[in-house]
């Protein structure tokens, strides 16, 4: 096979991954910019930067990576709503999992950063669980 075909046949996959760096670089240079313009409001900058990259990956989910065809006004505010909701819920679970996890035991220092591996457990666990939500529950194709 080659390499065209292979990306034809993970193209939802390679698409979730590429857009999902791209979606992080967003979060941190929006966090970047708001930490210049707010020093010290990091819960405000850490807040500007989430939505900004949630509305990133909406739009680019939605287009790239699902692409969800659906151009009705309320089947997009439902895709909205869905897709704030599930990056809502699985944003809880990557601010409060890894704090359960350091005390129950995950507390191994990698590359000088202190319980880096709860947080890296989770990131995990986020990553696959934003790529189902958003293909199962929020983009979900008709008929499947």
Wanted: aromatic share 14%; net charge positive; with cysteine.
């Amino acid at each position: 096979m080659d390499l065209k075909s292979q990306y034809r046949k993970h193209q939802e996959l390679i698409n979730y991954l590429f857009f999902g760096v791209a979606t992080t670089l967003v979060n941190w240079l929006i966090y970047a910019v708001a930490i210049k313009i707010f020093p010290g409001a990091l819960t405000l900058c850490n807040t500007l930067g989430w939505l900004g990259a949630v509305i990133f990956a909406y739009v680019t989910n939605k287009i790239f990576v699902f692409q969800s065809r659906k151009r009705r006004i309320q089947d997009i505010l439902r895709e909205l709503l869905l897709f704030f909701g599930s990056r809502g819920m699985t944003g809880l679970i990557e601010i409060f999992l890894p704090v359960l996890l350091y005390h129950i035991g995950l507390n191994q220092t990698i590359l000088g950063i202190e319980g880096f591996l709860s947080k890296a457990m989770v990131s995990i666990i986020i990553i696959v669980l934003n790529f189902f939500l958003s293909k199962f529950l929020v983009f979900q194709k008709k008929g499947k």
